[in-house]
């Protein structure tokens, strides 16, 4: 029985630095290739469930949208938002790589999604629409017609491919 104790102890410290290694390497975001490749080892371990499934798809997603793979990007923002719906950065990143395919009716959608579930997000959007032309009302952090019309406006010009 110790022996076995024993045994699965020193099993579990020789995997645990690996797992932390790969861990650490998918959320780092310095380098991306390293990124990746951390994200491609913890999702394939079966060993990551829920959140931080979600989280190893999303930051490889961003790896991927990185490095100009846009279809590799969406396929793992699919499956980050497939695990946790409501990870708002996740909509509005792979509204970005929709839009910079051309999707203006994907984008709107992902924005509208993140937009309406956080006045944060809401008035960060303003504040760039505002900068950029596209909105011109009170930064509120409320999603109403004003935003609703900078939103179309920005996907028109921006995602038209």
């Known amino acids: 029985m110790i022996r076995t104790l024993i045994a699965a102890t020193v099993v579990a410290l020789a995997v645990h630095p690996a797992a932390a290694d790969m861990r650490d390497d998918c ?8 990124s990746i490749d951390g994200c491609s080892k913890v999702i394939a371990s079966g060993n990551w469930t829920g959140d931080d499934l979600a989280m190893a798809h999303y930051n490889r997603a961003n790896g991927y949208r990185r490095t ?6 969406l396929a793992d923002y699919d499956k980050a938002l497939s695990i ?17 395919l051309g999707n203006q009716a994907g984008f709107l959608i992902d924005m509208r999604v993140a937009m309406k579930a956080s006045g944060e997000e809401v008035a960060r959007f303003q504040t760039l629409m505002q900068r950029d032309g596209f909105y011109t ?7 109403g017609p004003a935003t609703e019309q900078a939103l179309q406006r920005f996907a028109e010009t921006l995602c038209s491919g």
């Open 137 to 143: 009302g009170a930064v509120d952090g409320r999603y």
């Open 84 to 100: 946790n719906p409501g990870m708002l950065n996740a909509h509005i990143n792979r509204g970005l790589v929709r839009c910079s």
């Open 68 to 73: 100009g793979r846009p279809q590799e990007a």
């Open 27 to 34: 959320v780092q975001s310095d380098d991306v290739p390293r």
